[in-house]
């Protein structure tokens, strides 16, 4: 099963998925990330939702984690929306003696094969990813109470 968000026509573009030039992304749009689609009203208030219901769920403290855990990681470059990764190296360190809470680096490998680090502050919390079971038995109904979730096989 699958969870989608109802979208509509992007804004800024038209649909298209092209806007302005830049050095950096060509003439790819911002609004949509060059898809011609963007999040319905519906749809952000659904993905919004659903997304504080996995967190608060199976979110565990970043310095709990060990490796093999797989954890949703968000902002990757390139990525777009948040992945799953399996956690494959936890380190824990304090940044250069500066005062501030000790952070907890993840490293892990993406599809492509290269390797990858993550950092987040100890006691931020990550959402880990729910089974199969889980996935149907408990975010698939709460999902369905929201006009803006499509549930697809």
Do not use: H
């Not at 490293?107 to 959402?127: K, L, M």
Request: aromatic share 10%; with cysteine; proline share 4%.
């Amino acid at each position: 099963m699958k969870i989608q968000y109802e979208t509509k026509t992007c804004g800024r573009c038209g649909g298209s998925g092209e806007y302005s030039y830049n050095q950096i992304n060509g003439t790819r749009c911002f609004g949509c990330g060059g898809s011609g689609k963007s999040l319905s009203v519906n749809g952000k208030k659904a993905k919004a939702a659903v997304e504080a219901f996995l967190l608060s769920n199976f979110g565990v403290a970043a310095e709990l984690c060990v490796p093999g855990v797989q954890v949703r990681m968000s902002g990757l470059k390139g990525w777009g929306s948040p992945k799953s990764v399996v956690v494959e190296t936890v380190s824990r360190a304090s940044s250069n003696g500066v005062a501030s809470p000790p952070y907890v680096t993840f490293g892990f490998v993406n599809s492509a094969g290269r390797e990858w680090a993550c950092s987040v502050f100890s006691g931020d919390v990550v959402q880990t990813r729910p089974t199969s079971e889980q996935f149907a038995s408990l975010v698939v109904p709460f999902a369905k109470g929201f006009k803006g979730a499509v549930i697809s096989e």
